[in-house]
């Protein structure tokens, strides 16, 4: 049950399409008419009068009939209750599902607003909401309902939020709702104790704020940041208040000024269009005087141009950087790259001579609504097209990538501590980036993630055999940064058995890729010492080979090997020793190892000794009539650019075809390399060697000698 009360220091109105909406209803007014209830079964009670009209104003032929019956529910359960500041309690719900009508939200989603703290606060079951208003308005109140104290301790706080993201991957009003009710008892906020105060605040701050980002409510994040502002920060506040107060007695305008100067040129070019001044909320302000320091009177507000249709978006732009002096650097095209939260419009600046610079916003007046709305504003995005069921399971037409990464790795998180703490890390990142597959398909990521993410986005756990990556045709590092638009192809290994390097947490952005290297290392901790050499140097070799040389298991990325080994053990298949990777005519030995396979090293490999030493039974083997060969190179670099395309470039010259390829974090300025190559002929080793060494910032190549090489 919330018991806050009016807060006196609340910064102001939120500033979306504030000339249509309406001021705050009086909560002390809405109380006694709650009190009275309806008087007549026919007629609205006052207090839900309010909400109907808001309602209408967006959906004129929204039926009222199921929201006074969830009124009168609501107000006959909550009946009795006060909230700490004497209020009745049904005021909350009331409050709640006015800000939801103003901004636009279909009937079902106010139903259950009516109803949300019904079944948390009173006798009021699950099934009887279900009963009178409908399996949608019973999820969504589902959806929203804490989970108790008394079962779950300080568990219940995080549980109840992971609770509601699953319920909103399945229906995205229930966080609509959930917002709503958090700008209200932020609102109402100044009753409690200020310690009780920062904490809602801070919670606010790093997890409601941020969803309320990513779901494109901008009229309601604006307002939460600027609450949250005043309570965590009052000095700040207070000097920002006292900043734009000063601002507001200036005798001139110029933003004014500027707004004027822009309607006359559109005008002039017979574009109709709506010129307003979009007054900066604190916080904007805040963040503007810290980057630009002393603030002009330009800088207090933007000026949002309106028009009806999208190409009326880039005529509007054409027409003002003709006629003013555009700020080139400001101008962003989010038309026809819309952010990930739907946000679509042309921002631009221009300037006067006397250094002011405007900030202006073109868009037209459905993208204005879903701006300040976001997903609000898709009314009932589940609804068929027709009147026809749905089958299968409902999916958010908004397809949000970050929503469907949260769901997915809050089920590895193991604890609740873990999934609260990796939470607040995932919504602190606020931009994302899209990745393309080789095959077409695209993979949304946060900015800032690596190859390692992208990884674990595509395979799941199965990304432990990720071996490398090529990034826009080119061979990368699994650490290497992706950016918007990239191409990834991720090069996967065909060992079931791979496993993830420790390192790969130091480039692991996500919470998915985090979770499961972190959750692989738990269940695989370090046994040094315990292996000897043989076992170590027969997990580094490749797959096994039959006697003529064919690979047994042929994966994407392990191609015949056409080098022919030829062995003094009937029925015995042949497997190339990694550790020093024998190619003709290198002297060579094999030893009988499990399974029925003979490992094949060099005659002075490291390995040959300790096979010895384990007791392993040493085979003939010798060398056949084919020339092709598999081998294992280190290069060894000092870093610089492309030098990764130039090397991969020379080997290619060579005949050579890489199989595999890493690449390890730079280290003093110096890189270490290491490619499996096939070469049609084991005489091309030497030339390919050369070749590499002859690339610029190269100076060793080698091949691999002992399982530490």
């Known amino acids: 049950m919330s018991a806050e009360a009016t807060n006196p220091a609340t910064p102001g109105p939120v500033t979306g399409p504030a000339a249509r909406w309406r001021a705050r209803i009086d909560l002390r007014r809405l109380g006694r008419a709650a009190l009275l209830g309806p008087a007549a079964r026919d007629r609205l009670p006052d207090a839900i009068s309010h909400v109907v009209e808001a309602h209408r104003a967006h959906h004129p032929d929204a039926d009222r ?7 009168v529910l609501a107000e006959s359960s909550h009946r009795g209750q006060m909230r700490k500041s004497g209020e009745p309690y049904i005021t909350h719900p009331l409050a709640v599902t006015l800000i939801l009508a103003e901004l636009g939200a279909e009937t079902t989603t106010l139903t259950a607003s009516l109803l949300h703290d019904t079944v948390e606060d009173t006798d009021v079951t699950l099934d009887q909401v279900g009963e009178q208003f409908g399996a949608e308005v019973r999820y969504l109140v589902d959806g929203v309902t804490k989970l108790e104290k008394v079962d779950y ?7 109840t939020f992971r609770k509601m993201l699953v319920a909103t991957g399945s229906d995205v009003r229930v966080m609509s709702i959930k917002l709503a009710d958090r700008l209200h008892n932020m609102r109402t906020l100044g009753v409690m104790r200020p310690e009780k105060q920062a904490r809602i605040a801070k919670v606010t701050r790093d997890v409601l704020i941020p969803l309320a980002e990513r779901l494109g409510v901008q009229a309601l994040k604006t307002e939460l940041e600027d609450l949250v502002f005043a309570i965590l920060h009052p000095e700040e506040y207070e000097h920002t208040r006292e900043l734009i107060v000063d601002n507001a007695s200036r005798a001139d305008d110029p933003l004014a000024e500027i707004a004027d100067e822009v309607r006359g040129v559109l005008r002039d070019a017979d574009i109709q269009a709506e010129v307003v001044i979009r007054p900066r909320h604190f916080v904007s302000v805040h963040r503007v005087a810290r980057k630009r320091g002393q603030l002009r009177g330009a800088d207090f507000g933007r000026l949002l141009v309106l028009v009806n249709e ?32 739907l946000y679509q419009s042309l921002h631009t600046a221009v300037a006067r001579g006397d250094g002011q610079v405007a900030e202006v916003l073109i868009r037209t007046h459905q993208m204005h609504k879903v701006a300040e709305a976001g997903v609000i504003a898709l009314g009932n995005p589940y609804a068929p097209p027709s009147e026809e069921p749905v089958d299968g399971e409902r999916e958010d037409p908004t397809r949000p990538g970050w929503l469907s990464r949260l769901l997915d790795w809050q089920e590895a998180a193991p604890d609740p501590d873990t999934f609260w703490s990796t939470l607040r890390e995932d919504l602190a990142q606020d931009r994302e980036i899209t990745v393309y597959r080789p095959d077409g ?53 065909q060992d079931p058995a791979s496993e993830p390097s420790r390192e790969w947490l130091e480039h692991a952005h996500t919470p998915a890729a985090r979770i499961a290297i972190q959750r692989w290392i738990a269940t ?11 076992r170590e140097a027969e997990e580094r070799e490749p797959a096994p080979r039959s006697a003529a040389g064919a ?57 040959v000794a300790r096979m010895k030493d384990a007791g392993r039974t040493e085979v003939g083997v010798r060398w056949g009539d ?35 390829a890493t690449v390890e974090p730079p280290s003093q300025q110096r890189v270490r390399h290491t490619y499996t190559v096939q070469l049609p002929d084991a005489a091309l080793l030497p030339a390919l060697m050369r070749a590499m060494r002859n690339v610029p910032g190269v100076y060793d190549v080698s091949r691999a000698q002992t399982p530490g090489a």
């Open 65 to 71: 009939e199921i929201l006074r019956r969830a009124y």
């Open 153 to 159: 301790g300080a568990a219940a706080e995080p549980e």
């Open 310 to 341: 999208d190409a009326d978006c880039y005529g509007v732009l054409g027409e003002l950087h003709t006629c003013l002096t555009p700020v080139v650097s400001e101008f962003k095209d989010f038309i026809a790259v819309p952010k990930f939260n």
């Open 441 to 493: 398909g695209t993979l949304g990521l946060p900015e800032g993630a690596t190859c390692v993410d992208a990884a674990y986005a595509q395979y799941g756990e199965d990304a432990h055999a990720c071996i490398g990556a090529r990034v826009n045709g080119r061979l990368a590092t699994l650490s290497t940064v992706l950016r918007d638009g990239d191409t990834v192809q991720l090069l996967m290994g």
């Open 524 to 534: 695989h901790p370090t046994h040094e010492g315990t292996q000897d050499g043989a």
């Open 551 to 607: 690979p047994l298991a042929d994966g994407p990325l392990v191609r015949p090997g056409g080098t022919d080994v030829l062995v003094d053990q009937p029925g015995a298949t042949v497997r190339l020793a990694g550790c020093c990777t024998p190619v003709p005519p290198d002297d060579i030995t094999g030893f009988a190892v499990r399974g029925g396979v003979v490992t094949v090293h060099r005659v002075g490999c490291a390995g």
């Open 626 to 660: 084919t020339t092709g060969c598999r081998v294992t190179l280190f290069a060894e670099s000092f870093g610089r650019p492309h030098l990764l395309a130039d090397l991969t470039e020379a080997m290619a010259l060579e005949g050579a075809e890489i199989v595999s």
